[in-house]
Structure formats: C-alpha cells, structure tokens
Nanobody, 120 residues
Framework: QVQLVESGGGLVQAGGSLRLSCAASGRTFSRYSMGWFRQAPGKEREFVAAISWSGDVTHYVDSVKGRFTISRDNAKNTVYLQMNSLKPEATAVYYC?????????????WGQGTQVTVSS
C-alpha cells in the first residue's frame, strides 16, 4: 500500500504561482512513477503531468506545457507540481497518483486531493 497526501493548494490570483506537494508513505517511493490530475466542478478528472521512477522522463498535458513543472525528490518521498502563470481555468481539485510501472500509465493509488482556486 502507498498513502499519498497532497498539500499546497489555495487561492491565488491569475498570473500567480503555487507549488503542490504530494508526500508518499508505505512502499518504496522510488519504484513508483507519479502523476498529477485535476478535476474541475462538473468535469471529469483529467491528466496534468507525470514523472518516471527516476525523474528523467516527464509528460504534460498540452494546456500546461511551459507553465507547470513536475519534479520529485526520492529522498523525501515527495513529488511536486510547480504551477506558474496560473489561469482561472486551472481551478480544480488536484490529485496525485502513484503507478507501480516505470512510466506512468494508470494510477494504482490516489491521494485525497487539494483545492486550487485561481481568481480572475
């Protein structure tokens, strides 16, 4: 089992920045690829970004490329999502997820989510 706890959400003005963190406990964190997803009100959960076991491979949804950065610190069992130049459409609950495969394909475990609200 892997437990995931997100933090760092909040209210920010458009154009601002936030850094989300996801702390993992349980089995070996470095053997999980990690992903960030988000779900806006009335919409389905969507993929945002993912990172491989070692952090050398990352992938982003087109709408956040150049503004969001996913990273991980395996020594701290933590994955991050740095979000810059935030837009109101980024308002959503953000979830981190863990996949036991080297490259993220589908979540085996989910966190409880953290709310991000971007005001215009």
């Amino acid at each position: 089992q892997v437990q995931l706890v997100e933090s760092g959400g909040g209210l920010v003005q458009a154009g601002g920045s936030l850094r989300l963190s996801c702390a993992a406990s349980g089995r070996t964190f470095s053997r999980y690829s990690m992903g960030w997803f988000r779900q806006a009100p009335g919409k389905e959960r969507e993929f945002v970004a993912a990172i491989s076991w070692s952090g050398d491979v990352t992938h982003y949804v087109d709408s956040v490329k150049g503004r969001f950065t996913i990273s991980r610190d395996n020594a701290k069992n933590t994955v991050y999502l740095q979000m810059n130049s935030l837009k109101p459409e980024a308002t959503a609950v953000y979830y981190c997820a863990a996949d036991s495969r080297v490259l993220f394909v589908a979540a085996d475990y989910w966190g409880q989510g953290t709310q991000v609200t971007v005001s215009s």
